[in-house]
């Protein structure tokens, strides 16, 4: 595949010699424009030109877009004024021209590195975008893999799937590192506004590969001083805090509610309620455990509206008195004992309901007891899912309504924040994405249609809920023609519009054909992207794993707060863990565990998994 990217670029060459990497960027009544700059020799750099396509435009630099020039010949045009735009970093040197022409960055993936006796390496089978600076050393590992196998003898086949075999994971991981700087370079101009330290920050950690803790080892007065910037910012912070205390510590503040710490976890649908959807024991403790373990707000799991709204038989909800009680029991445990906030997410499963329990079978229909669903269209989400009846505008009125009377329960049970889960192919999300809503009312066709309902909802709840409020969305769909990045920043400008304040950015899960890329913080992007374009804050979830994942994001603001969801299935206390990891006692611990704080359990080397089954 060649996906040809959006940014233009030229190289040039100059004779003033840079000593080391350089990034300069100049900033245009028509946005930004950048130089990739590094020395080739003594007597000379070369010097990248890079800016968006609108920027390009508006500074008549598009005049030769049409003209063919001959080979080896430059766009003189383009050299004279690129050298105006850096006169000032140039000190009187030149650019020069070696071919240089406006182009566009294609990223080459090959599904098959070999055929017969031909094979495949460098740039022919993987591009890297020239901001990680790393195609030559790809393509020299690539003939030194290739050699290495050759120069073992047997038949030529088994050498060539031997070399992909072995360079394919380390290509795959560096294309991923790559993609990550070149899209946060196309998005740079959202960046504009940032305070020098923090633009900083983020332009170092933007392939994800260097981190808040590798620039701590690599250039520890560096660091100190991001620390100082940090705790001196403006980053929702409601207190004065030291530069001493570690990011994802600082406290959070949303209307009036005040978090500890920018730890949340996330929700996570436990499918183990009765046919009632009243929470019972074990959402106590699963919830409470969470709150102990120090996380500064802890999220339900999506707590369905209606019977008819429920995903699988073992749903929580909040239509009846006795779910309201129950919940209260836990919200109230939340507050006595611990210092965590609770957050109540609110959904509708829509096409993805009456289905089995996760373990039984992941969006499997139920064998029997079928109920019937409903969605914007008659489009099930599976080829052998229930087909769901087309939504009426009855229908809406009484889902909005429950939408409505489940909040003021909620706000009855005392929760500190609500949740509105507009992602994931539930109800709201299939009125979203133009894969799943194909009305042809005033409900569907173009996306200020398609968000109509969402924003009803939302506007229905926020005049009944004065406290914080959040909407999960999903980012993107992950599938060409679906709803992607453009259109997640139209909603959260539309959800900021009518009175959300903070978007919980998430991906996916709307359709069987997506193809989402996976990795770490593969979700953060979209995140990033809704913070800084909206002037809304984020929470960011999805491959968010680590202490050093969490000060990466809060650090260069693509974030506001981590929500960590897998890692608290294993690890309750994953807050407080960290706290005794990063030496930090200014946060709370239940005085009952004090004196396990020096009882952290010892590093174990992996047992081999069949030792225990002898």
Same mark, same amino acid.
């Given at each position: 595949?060649?996906?040809?990217?959006?940014?233009?670029?030229?190289?040039?060459?100059?004779?003033?010699?840079?000593?080391?990497?350089?990034?300069?960027?100049?900033?245009?009544?028509?946005?930004?424009?950048?130089?990739?700059?590094?020395?080739?020799?003594?007597?000379?750099?070369?010097?990248?030109?890079?800016?968006?396509?609108?920027?390009?435009?508006?500074?008549?630099?598009?005049?030769?877009?049409?003209?063919?020039?001959?080979?080896?010949?430059?766009?003189?045009?383009?050299?004279?004024?690129?050298?105006?735009?850096?006169?000032?970093?140039?000190?009187?040197?030149?650019?020069?021209?070696?071919?240089?022409?406006?182009?566009?960055?294609?990223?080459?993936?090959?599904?098959?590195?070999?055929?017969?006796?031909?094979?495949?390496?460098?740039?022919?089978?993987?591009?890297?975008?020239?901001?990680?600076?790393?195609?030559?050393?790809?393509?020299?590992?690539?003939?030194?893999?290739?050699?290495?196998?050759?120069?073992?003898?047997?038949?030529?086949?088994?050498?060539?799937?031997?070399?992909?075999?072995?360079?394919?994971?380390?290509?795959?991981?560096?294309?991923?590192?790559?993609?990550?700087?070149?899209?946060?370079?196309?998005?740079?101009?959202?960046?504009?506004?940032?305070?020098?330290?923090?633009?900083?920050?983020?332009?170092?950690?933007?392939?994800?590969?260097?981190?808040?803790?590798?620039?701590?080892?690599?250039?520890?007065?560096?660091?100190?001083?991001?620390?100082?910037?940090?705790?001196?910012?403006?980053?929702?912070?409601?207190?004065?805090?030291?530069?001493?205390?570690?990011?994802?510590?600082?406290?959070?503040?949303?209307?009036?509610?005040?978090?500890?710490?920018?730890?949340?976890?996330?929700?996570?649908?436990?499918?183990?309620?009765?046919?009632?959807?009243?929470?019972?024991?074990?959402?106590?403790?699963?919830?409470?455990?969470?709150?102990?373990?120090?996380?500064?707000?802890?999220?339900?799991?999506?707590?369905?509206?209606?019977?008819?709204?429920?995903?699988?038989?073992?749903?929580?909800?909040?239509?009846?008195?006795?779910?309201?009680?129950?919940?209260?029991?836990?919200?109230?445990?939340?507050?006595?004992?611990?210092?965590?906030?609770?957050?109540?997410?609110?959904?509708?499963?829509?096409?993805?309901?009456?289905?089995?329990?996760?373990?039984?079978?992941?969006?499997?229909?139920?064998?029997?007891?079928?109920?019937?669903?409903?969605?914007?269209?008659?489009?099930?989400?599976?080829?052998?899912?229930?087909?769901?009846? $087309?939504?009426?505008? %009855?229908?809406?009125? !009484? @889902?909005? /309504? &429950?939408?409505?009377?489940?909040?003021?329960?909620?706000?009855?049970?005392?929760?500190?924040?609500?949740?509105?889960?507009?992602?994931?192919?539930?109800?709201?999300?299939?009125?979203?994405?133009?894969?799943?809503?194909?009305?042809?009312?005033?409900?569907?066709?173009?996306? $200020?249609?398609?968000? %109509?309902?969402?924003? !009803? @909802?939302? /506007? &229905?709840?926020?005049?009944?809920?004065?406290?914080?409020?959040?909407?999960?969305?999903?980012?993107?769909?992950?599938?060409?023609?679906?709803?992607?990045?453009?259109?997640?920043?139209?909603?959260?400008?539309?959800?900021?519009?009518?009175?959300?304040?903070?978007?919980?950015?998430?991906?996916?899960?709307?359709?069987?054909?997506?193809?989402?890329?996976?990795?770490?913080?593969?979700?953060?992007?979209?995140?990033?992207?809704?913070?800084?374009?909206?002037?809304?804050?984020?929470?960011?979830?999805?491959?968010?794993?680590?202490?050093?994942?969490?000060?990466?994001?809060?650090?260069?603001?693509?974030?506001?707060?981590?929500?960590?969801?897998?890692?608290?299935?294993?690890?309750?206390?994953?807050?407080?863990?960290?706290?005794?990891?990063?030496?930090?006692?200014?946060?709370?611990?239940?005085?009952?565990?004090?004196?396990?704080?020096?009882?952290?359990?010892?590093?174990?080397?992996?047992?081999?998994?069949?030792?225990?089954?002898?």
């Amino acid at each position: 595949s060649i996906d040809e990217r959006v940014n233009k670029y030229m190289w040039f060459g100059t004779t003033k010699v840079f000593d080391r990497f350089h990034f300069i960027f100049e900033d245009t009544p028509a946005g930004m424009v950048w130089a990739h700059i590094y020395p080739y020799s003594d007597e000379g750099s070369t010097f990248i030109v890079e800016m968006a396509p609108g920027t390009w435009r508006e500074l008549g630099l598009d005049a030769t877009e049409h003209e063919s020039f001959p080979p080896g010949v430059s766009d003189e045009l383009a050299l004279a004024r690129c050298q105006e735009l850096f006169a000032g970093h140039l000190d009187g040197h030149p650019l020069v021209g070696n071919n240089s022409k406006w182009l566009v960055f294609p990223t080459i993936k090959c599904e098959r590195w070999h055929h017969g006796n031909v094979v495949l390496m460098g740039d022919a089978i993987h591009t890297a975008h020239y901001s990680v600076g790393s195609g030559t050393k790809l393509a020299m590992e690539d003939a030194i893999s290739l050699a290495g196998h050759l120069a073992r003898g047997g038949p030529i086949e088994e050498a060539f799937a031997a070399y992909e075999a072995d360079r394919r994971p380390a290509v795959d991981s560096l294309q991923r590192a790559a993609k990550a700087s070149l899209e946060w370079f196309e998005g740079a101009d959202r960046y504009r506004h940032m305070e020098p330290e923090q633009f900083a920050f983020s332009l170092l950690t933007r392939s994800q590969r260097v981190t808040y803790d590798n620039l701590r080892l690599r250039d520890p007065g560096y660091m100190e001083a991001v620390d100082r910037w940090y705790a001196a910012s403006d980053h929702g912070c409601p207190v004065e805090v030291g530069p001493e205390v570690p990011p994802m510590f600082h406290p959070f503040q949303l209307r009036d509610l005040v978090l500890e710490n920018r730890i949340v976890v996330s929700p996570m649908d436990q499918y183990s309620a009765g046919e009632d959807g009243v929470p019972n024991e074990w959402h106590l403790v699963h919830l409470g455990s969470r709150a102990v373990g120090g996380a500064g707000l802890v999220m339900t799991e999506m707590v369905c509206v209606t019977p008819q709204g429920r995903i699988s038989p073992g749903d929580t909800g909040m239509w009846s008195d006795e779910q309201e009680v129950a919940w209260k029991r836990i919200v109230d445990f939340v507050h006595t004992h611990t210092k965590a906030k609770i957050g109540l997410q609110l959904g509708h499963s829509g096409r993805k309901g009456s289905t089995k329990r996760m373990w039984e079978g992941d969006t499997d229909p139920l064998d029997e007891g079928n109920w019937e669903i409903i969605a914007p269209s008659p489009i099930p989400y599976r080829p052998d899912s229930q087909v769901p009846r $087309e939504m009426t505008r %009855r229908d809406m009125d !009484e @889902v909005r /309504d &429950a939408f409505v009377a489940a909040a003021e329960r909620g706000k009855r049970a005392g929760f500190d924040l609500l949740e509105l889960h507009y992602a994931h192919g539930y109800l709201m999300s299939s009125f979203l994405t133009p894969l799943a809503n194909r009305r042809t009312d005033g409900y569907g066709g173009s996306l $200020e249609n398609r968000m %109509r309902y969402p924003l !009803e @909802v939302v /506007d &229905a709840v926020r005049d009944v809920w004065d406290g914080p409020l959040s909407v999960r969305i999903s980012a993107t769909d992950w599938v060409p023609g679906g709803f992607d990045g453009d259109d997640a920043v139209a909603l959260a400008r539309a959800l900021k519009e009518h009175g959300v304040d903070i978007v919980d950015v998430s991906t996916g899960q709307t359709s069987i054909d997506a193809r989402p890329e996976y990795g770490r913080l593969y979700q953060t992007p979209f995140s990033d992207r809704i913070r800084h374009e909206v002037g809304i804050p984020t929470m960011t979830v999805g491959g968010v794993s680590s202490i050093d994942d969490v000060h990466n994001i809060l650090v260069a603001g693509r974030a506001d707060l981590c929500l960590l969801a897998r890692p608290h299935l294993v690890d309750p206390y994953w807050t407080l863990n960290a706290a005794i990891d990063l030496g930090y006692t200014g946060h709370h611990f239940p005085k009952q565990y004090l004196s396990g704080l020096n009882a952290r359990r010892r590093p174990q080397e992996p047992i081999p998994p069949d030792v225990f089954r002898r």
